[in-house]
């Protein structure tokens, strides 16, 4: 098990484009066969060629041009249906990169704030105690100081800014597999980096739903 997928990793998955050598094969069969009916068709349905044949075999070269039309329509309708499916994979494939580089530059953007905001609390907190240690240096371990310093550290540690993102940092697990995710997992991975990204309550159960589908499947 590991963490969230390695955008590395996941471009050269998603580089690898499915059946493209089956895809070939089929577009080189289905020319080879073209091109067959075609030189049938310039051998015989010419005026003179038409006019000489029998009635048997006319009736059997429209046999054979109404089989080959059949066969084409179908594998027409296949290789479209094929290619509407390319273009939703490409889609989802795009989407994903997407949110996965928006995500992981707002990740960036709060490390780099929260780093900033420890430095300034750093100094503020080093100006604040030069300054208590001059005007109040008998009242340092009073009830009241003590309970002012309490009251401070839970607000720091259970406390939540405006700016702060409670999602954005979640791990997704990720286990490499021997072949690349599917369009479904990749959806499900989408759908959680969209919810991280706008800090939605729902990456919970978003995760939950990926981890007993994906990961875990009964």
């Not at 066969?71 to 795009?94: C, G, I, T």
């Not at 709060?110 to 100094?123: A, I």
Request: some cysteine; proline content about 4%; aromatic content about 6%.
């Amino acid at each position: 098990m590991q963490n969230s997928p390695d955008p590395e990793e996941e471009d050269e998955v998603l580089e690898e484009e499915d059946g493209g050598e089956t895809s070939s094969q089929a577009d080189s069969v289905l020319l080879q066969e073209m091109q067959a009916l075609t030189q049938t068709f310039n051998n015989n349905w010419s005026y003179e060629g038409l006019r000489h044949m029998s009635g048997s075999e006319l009736t059997e070269l429209l046999d054979q041009v109404e089989g080959a039309i059949r066969d084409f329509s179908e594998e027409l309708v296949q290789q479209l249906a094929r290619r509407d499916e390319l273009e939703f994979e490409k889609e989802v494939k795009n989407s994903f990169i997407t949110v996965l580089i928006e995500v992981q530059n707002k990740q960036k953007e709060q490390r780099e704030l929260m780093k900033k905001r420890r430095k300034e609390k750093g100094l503020s907190l080093q100006s604040s105690r030069i300054e208590k240690g001059n005007q109040m240096p008998l009242k340092r371990f009073s009830m009241e100081g003590i309970s002012n310093i309490l009251q401070s550290g839970i607000r720091q540690t259970f406390g939540s800014s405006g700016t702060d993102k409670q999602y954005l940092n979640t791990v997704i697990p990720y286990e490499k597999k021997a072949s690349p995710p599917s369009v479904e997992d990749l959806q499900m991975l989408t759908n959680i980096l969209f919810a991280m990204k706008e800090d939605n309550e729902k990456v919970p159960t978003l995760l939950t739903d990926y981890i007993l589908k994906v990961l875990c499947p009964t």
